[in-house]
């Protein structure tokens, strides 16, 4: 859809109606550092979608249908990944293969999210700074040493349990 577009560096297809988007639709995208799919029908992202587009730094798919996701190779170079208003759960979110080299903000707010094994789910780099969790069923405890790995990082959990 978008072959031979290398200077095309923002794009929002938000309030779109998308229900499906063919595997390879940004292949031409190649400068692409900002990507907006936000509102729109999505029940999943094929992994190879995002194959190329070593420029792209923020990811909104807020307010989807997402069950899970696997950003492919995206995920070393991505800043900001909102997935927030999705319908993201536990076991999808401890299948995630991702390790975010450089990521600073990731919104899982408003998702159906029990469990937050995030330390163990996503490598976060030393450049995180914020996760909102809130509103989504998070209960228990939340141990001293869960939290020592994240210095100077705004956890939002508000809205929980």
Known sequence: ????????????????????LVEHVFRGLVGLASLTLRSNQLQSIHPAMFYQQLHLHQLDLSYNSLASIDLGGASEHLRQVDLSHNRLQDQEIGDWRLVFEMLRKLNLSHNFISRAKIANTVAFSPTVEHIDLSYNNLSGTVHQDDLNIYKNVFIDLSNNG
């Open 1 to 20: 859809m978008f072959l031979h577009s290398p200077h095309v560096i923002s794009l929002d297809l938000s309030d779109n109606k998308i229900s499906m």
